[in-house]
């Protein structure tokens, strides 16, 4: 396994690098198309959370800037285009983006390489931060719980799809 966790490379870029923006502009778009997908079944986007797959991508392959303008300007432009997000949910859905894009950028660093553990690590941070923070926002237990109640096929998909793209298709 461990093979598998160095045959990544990773990079931080940074503001200044035009890479930076083409690659959240390709990550904005498929987190765009990919909820898409999942509003045309019936509680698609709250089962599998789509919004943040490629923010993850984003911020464990390409580093903290390219996962923040991700994870900020996806949920925007979508609920813009679409209506979904709602407006009211944008405020959570954000501030999970950027736990997201921070937890997945740390990890990278730390780990130097994209193994499952390491996914999962991400993936389960950023949901039990978030939704702490999502409990003191709205003082909803229950909103809290909602993506882990109805959303852990969306977490294992980001864990092991994330895991997938990383190791089999952006390993340069």
Request: glycine share 10%; hydrophobic share 60%; charged share 10%.
């Amino acid at each position: 396994m461990e093979s598998n966790a160095t045959a990544v490379k990773l990079y931080s870029l940074g503001w200044r690098e035009t890479r930076t923006y083409m690659f959240a502009v390709l990550f904005i778009v498929g987190n765009i198309v990919l909820p898409q997908l999942c509003h045309l079944f019936p509680q698609g986007g709250l089962i599998m959370l789509p919004i943040y797959f490629f923010t993850l991508i984003a911020a464990y392959k390409f580093g903290l800037r390219v996962g923040l303008l991700t994870a900020v300007l996806s949920p925007l432009i979508n609920s813009m285009l679409f209506g979904m997000p709602p407006a009211a949910a944008l405020p959570i859905i954000t501030i999970k983006g950027v736990l997201l894009a921070m937890a997945a950028a740390w990890m990278a660093g730390k780990s130097k390489g994209a193994s499952l553990l390491a996914l999962i690590g991400v993936v389960l941070a950023y949901q039990l931060v978030g939704g702490l923070i999502e409990w003191a926002i709205t003082g909803s237990l229950a909103s809290a719980l909602q993506d882990w109640k109805l959303g852990y096929p969306g977490m294992i998909l980001q864990a092991v799809g994330g895991w997938l793209v990383l190791n089999l298709l952006l390993r340069r």
